[in-house]
C-alpha cells in the first residue's frame, strides 16, 4: 500500500521559515519523481518544487512569489521528502500536500499518480 505522509504544518509568523517532511512508505523513492504542491482557500492547486529521481530534470515554480525562497530535497535513508520555505508570507498560507509520478517531475497535478492527505500551513502577521 503506498502512503504519503506530510508533516510539519503549523502556524507560522510572517517573516519566518517553514520545514514541510512528506513519509513516503510503499514505494521506491528512487523510482519516483517527488513533488510539492500548496492549495490556498478559494485557490486551484499550486505546483511549488519537484526532486527527480534523474531521469527528467528537476522543477521548481518561476512564480515571482516563489522564487528563491524555497528549497526541495529527499533523504533516501530515511524515505522522506522535504520542503523548506524561508521568509513566509500570508499568501504562502494552505494546505501543501506531496505526490509522486513515476515518468513526470512539474507542475501538472495530474500527472501524479499518488498523493498525500495534506498539512496546513497558516501564516500569520
Known amino acids: 500500500q503506498v502512503q504519503l505522509v506530510e508533516s510539519g504544518g503549523s502556524s507560522v509568523q510572517r517573516g519566518g521559515s517553514l520545514r514541510l517532511s512528506c513519509a513516503v512508505s510503499?514505494?521506491?523513492?528512487?523510482?519516483?519523481?517527488m513533488g510539492w504542491f500548496r492549495e490556498a482557500p478559494g485557490s486551484e492547486r499550486e505546483g511549488i518544487a519537484c526532486?527527480?529521481?534523474?531521469?527528467?530534470?528537476?522543477?521548481?515554480s518561476d512564480s515571482i512569489f516563489i522564487k528563491g525562497r524555497l528549497a526541495i530535497s529527499r533523504d533516501k535513508a530515511r524515505k522522506t521528502v522535504v520542503l523548506q520555505m524561508s521568509s513566509v508570507v500570508q499568501d504562502d498560507t494552505g494546505v501543501y500536500s506531496c505526490?509522486?509520478?513515476?515518468?513526470?517531475?512539474?507542475?501538472?497535478?495530474?500527472?501524479?499518480?499518488?498523493w498525500g492527505q495534506g498539512t496546513q500551513v497558516i501564516v500569520t502577521t
Open positions: 510503499g514505494i521506491n523513492l528512487d523510482e519516483y519523481n
Open positions: 526532486t527527480s529521481m534523474g531521469e527528467v530534470p528537476s522543477w521548481h
Open positions: 505526490a509522486a509520478s513515476r515518468l513526470y517531475c512539474g507542475r501538472l497535478y495530474r500527472m501524479y499518480e499518488f
